[in-house]
């Protein structure tokens, strides 16, 4: 026999006792739990490919911090206070040829 309850108000199930559902409503909630983890799939590629770009830029940044101009418009002041406007003298290396680049 089940101790009485106030009118109006359900009776609090002991721990011990478990909740019974039932399986048609366990479908919905199922198939939410699929839809779900499925995402989560494609977060964690996207994930993935976002670390790898993030190694691959750093090594595109590592490799250009060896060249001479990189960042040279930043870092260039010229002694008329100018900075920002810069050219370089480059120059063919097959065939000796010069020329302004900037």
């Given at each position: ?18 909740a ?5 409503e ?6 939410k ?63 000796g ?6």
């Amino acid at each position: 026999m089940h101790p009485e309850t106030p009118k109006g108000k359900t009776q609090a199930k002991s721990p011990s006792e478990p909740a019974v559902t039932s399986s048609e409503e366990m479908i919905p909630i199922e198939q939410k739990l699929v839809a779900l983890e499925k995402k989560i799939q494609g977060l964690e590629a996207r994930v993935e490919v976002l670390e790898a770009m993030a190694t691959n830029l750093a090594n595109i940044e590592a490799r250009l911090n060896g060249t001479p101009a990189f960042r040279l418009k930043r870092r260039f002041q010229c002694e008329c206070r100018a900075s920002g406007f810069v050219a370089l003298r480059m120059k063919c290396t097959k065939c000796g040829r010069k020329t302004w680049w900037g």
